[in-house]
């Protein structure tokens, strides 16, 4: 997927999208959940960590 695909999808400028990926700019937690739809992934695949659906109970 292209920067402009992915700034459609998202609502932004492609140079935004460029600016996220460079660390300039932060990715919103909606903007994530948004990233991951549209990639087929989870969110925890995004950024590195666990696939998991549900949070442990902790107590």
Do not use: H, W
């Not at 959940?33 to 998991?52: C, M, N, R, Y």
């Amino acid at each position: 997927m292209g920067q402009e695909e992915l700034a459609s999808a998202l609502g932004v400028s492609q140079a935004e999208v460029s600016r996220k990926e460079n660390g300039i700019t932060s990715i919103d937690l909606e903007q994530l959940v948004i990233i991951a739809t549209v990639l087929k992934v989870s969110v925890g695949e995004l950024i590195g960590g666990p696939d998991q659906t549900t949070l442990p109970r902790t107590g």
